[in-house]
């Protein structure tokens, strides 16, 4: 005897009643069924989106894709039978029995394809179930927060066998509400009342409850289940499956943690993969925007966004330049205040470590996390993992530790070579993979010196294709989260000629690099290096000094530091010996980049570096060099709105996507001088994908084969480039959009501003521009508004309208270059004050 389903109450939050209707089926026995779904009703449909849930939801969970279904889809979500709305049942119903279920309903619906399958939770094996018996049908899978197996090891999810207990399973999942109200109280933030509600809806009772226990019931984590022997028939199916696919996933998932993750990415290969930073197990509430992402990529499925083809590879890889000059006694790195490796001493080294990682099981593809200092032993690492053809995966530790952890954990590193502080630190951040020490650290597997060992009687690897990535890059994190970039050596390779072609480098110059990444590409570029002796974490630190006793220790003549760092070289000249002066002044190129570079500050720097030509290549972790340009041709082209970064090199071509007045960069691309937009950028250097970030990478690459930077800016009529900001930061009033950095160059013009960000607060189409400054005679600790003398002087310079004026004593700026300043972090606190926060 089965209940009978009551109807769907009226009124919960975002989901159209329309959509809601019950059907009846009969399975395969004769027997009927009745049951719930959400269907958009959508006739004669170009395909067919089937969503199945997991446990303890309902088809309530997909109401967000029925409302953004892509154009003629028609979206099906059922209540699974027991579950939601759908009737209940009077015994357990299988794995396999679940999977037929689907199969006769999409049946009884006339679902003929083509069919793209939805799953989440265990919803996800049944949905995949499905898939493999209608591959006739099926045109592509996605999959949210789930798993089709236990990996070698794996007991399962702590939480599910906690529920699976069977003298807890009665109490907690049919007796009481537990495990349904659990579920919605793991998302974060915290879900509205209303929606809770909503989800709990259908499970008011025991008796209503008795198929989420069931459901838990069913999971086979006995090899002796009744339904793993179907479990395993799927989880073995899908490594078949050809159709596209794609993965989104909420890494603080407490229930199917990385391991599951990476299992399906093992399965799946072909699987785009978008992690949403700080979602959790209930990604379709965690993530919203999931559903505009699966409407997108499906429409993507029949639609041609290839690229143009790769430019021809260059010969060669980027270990190329240590081969050329494995016979030459000359300096390639020298540590400061330590040894100096030549170069045929790093071109052994790198040869027998390289073989030693590949005979220690790091093959190719494999990732490796550097957590090694900027050192020789860093340097060597770096080119002994690309000559093993793996991948090196870097994260700045001024991303702080929890920073450091999301980038690597996403980054599904499969060794970690480290110093005893990188290691120690890979601990806690509980980073998987194979450990591998540089220098003796306890409970490590491997050594450096026990690799290069062994690999001096191991095969040298092969060499790896130019299509294979080389490096997984994070970005600095000053506009949101650090995104990993992913380069491949044909890619790599293109940068380097640029760098060497645009300065004119050759095996005669020395690089003193105050930017880490800098240091490491010295010996591909075929020039020796060295890193002064500072924090690179922490710019500031570099002095005159330091700089000029790295340009003794290597020879330099050439130098690469970030603003802040040239800040503090100028600031502490004076205390400079004739010898260091001597070092310094036979530097030849002085290139400063990852922020704006002022030209006074380029103009002082011409006393500690009288012989170096000043240049400021404008790019990004994704694309860099871009522009370049001199300091001289920054004179010539005078103040403007944003800041002038030259013109494009060789080979890079560059475009605006013009603003709409709600700051939405959505025009087509173009090069008319004047036009404010999105800069776009298209070279053979521009990186092959972000990491693991589907939708970022659709967005940023939607024009195929250019790449939207974020960036704010116009060219001009001789061609350069302007930056006004960032694409976020545009300040959309009612009169029109407004970018920052002209008016902040403005206010900085006066003498009573050391510096100046500006912001919109208020509802988009409708801000208002406020500006905070830093008086040149120091602020006070706390936000406040500015004196009636100052307000007028910047609003008079500012050249818009600036409703309201703050001062205090810094800008927050980012960690990588201490230069950005963090706009969105100045917006929130001046919000705030001007709402009449407490401070």
Known sequence: MVTAPPSVPPGLPGLDPAWSRHLTVADATGSKHEWHLLDNGVPEPVGTLLCVHGNPTWSYLWRRLLAAAPPGWRVIAPDQLGMGFSERLTGLRPLAQRVADLGDLTAALGVTGPVVTVGHDWGGVISLGWALQHRAQLRGVVLGNTAVAMPEGDLGPALIRLAHAPGVRAAVTVGTPVFVRATTALSWPPLPAAVRDAFAAPYGTPARRRS?????ADIPFSPRHPSRSAQEQVAEGIRDLDVPALLMWGPRDPVFGERYLADLRERLPQAQLHRFEGASHLLPEDAPQYADAIAQWVTDLDSDRSAPPPAAALPGHPWSALTERAGDDSPAVVEVGGGTVSWAQLHHRVEHLAAGLADAGVRPGHRVALLVEPSADLTACVYAVWRAGAVIVVADKGLGLAGMRRALRSAGVDAVIGSAQGLAAARVMRLPGTRIAAGRVPGARHTLQGLEARGAHAPAPPDSPTDADCAVLFTSGATGPAKGVVYTQRQALAQLELVRSTYRLTSEDRLVAAFAPFAILGPALGIGSAVPDIDVTAPASLTAARLADAAAAVGGTVVFASPAALRRVVDTAAELTTAQRTALGRVRLLMSAGAPVPLPLLTALRAVLPAAEAHTPYGMTEALPVTDVTAAEIAAAGPGDGVCVGRPLTGVEVRVSPLTAL????????????????????????????????????????????????????????GRLWIEGRLPHVVTTA???????????????LDAVSAAAVVGVGPAGAQVVVAVVVPAAGGPRRLGLAGPELADAVRLAAGTEVAAVLVTRRLPVDIRHQSKVDRRAVADQTARVLAGARR
């Open 663 to 718: 700051g939405a960069a959505d025009g087509a691309l173009t090069a008319d001088p004047g036009t404010t937009g999105e800069v776009c950028v298209r070279a053979p250097h521009v990186k092959d994908r972000y990491d693991a970030l589907w939708i970022t990478e659709r967005a940023a690459s939607r024009d195929p084969g250019w790449h939207r930077t974020g960036d704010v800016g116009h060219l001009d009529d001789a």
């Open 735 to 749: 009169a029109g959009v407004v970018t920052p950095v002209g008016v902040e160059q403005r206010i900085e013009a």
């Open 212 to 216: 989420v226990g069931d459901f838990v």
